[in-house]
Nanobody
Framework: QVLLVQSGGGLVQAGGSLRLSCAAS????????VGWFRQAPEKEREFVSA????????YYGEPVKGRFTVSRDDAKNTVYLQMNSLRPEDTAVYYC?????????????????WGQGTQVTVSS
């Protein structure tokens, strides 16, 4: 079983930047990928980004392409989400997730392990 512990987040003005971290521990040898999702009040959970656990493949949701960057530190078993040019509509609780049921060339889906969530608030 894998444990995901998130850090980062907070309050920032529009146009600013934040970085989220997701540290994985436990059974990390075959995670396949780590993803980021977000959920705003009264909205459905939305895919943000993902990165394969090995290799360079990354995935991004359309609303964040060109603004957010996902990366991985293999030595620390940690995945980062660098968020630039933040907008008020990026306000949400952000979750990292691991162990997708599958990854294709276009997506990773059905993640089974989840972090605790962290609030990101972007003021206008």
């Amino acid at each position: 079983q894998v444990l995901l512990v998130q850090s980062g987040g907070g309050l920032v003005q529009a146009g600013g930047s934040l970085r989220l971290s997701c540290a994985a521990s436990g059974r990390t040898d075959n995670l396949l990928a780590v993803g980021w999702f977000r959920q705003a009040p009264e909205k459905e959970r939305e895919f943000v980004s993902a990165i394969r656990w090995t290799g360079p493949t990354t995935y991004y949701g359309e609303p964040v392409k060109g603004r957010f960057t996902v990366s991985r530190d293999d030595a620390k078993n940690t995945v980062y989400l660098q968020m630039n040019s933040l907008r008020p509509e990026d306000t949400a609780v952000y979750y990292c997730a691991a162990n997708p049921r599958y990854c294709s060339a276009f997506e990773c889906a059905d993640f089974s392990s989840w972090g605790q969530g962290t609030q990101v608030t972007v003021s206008s």
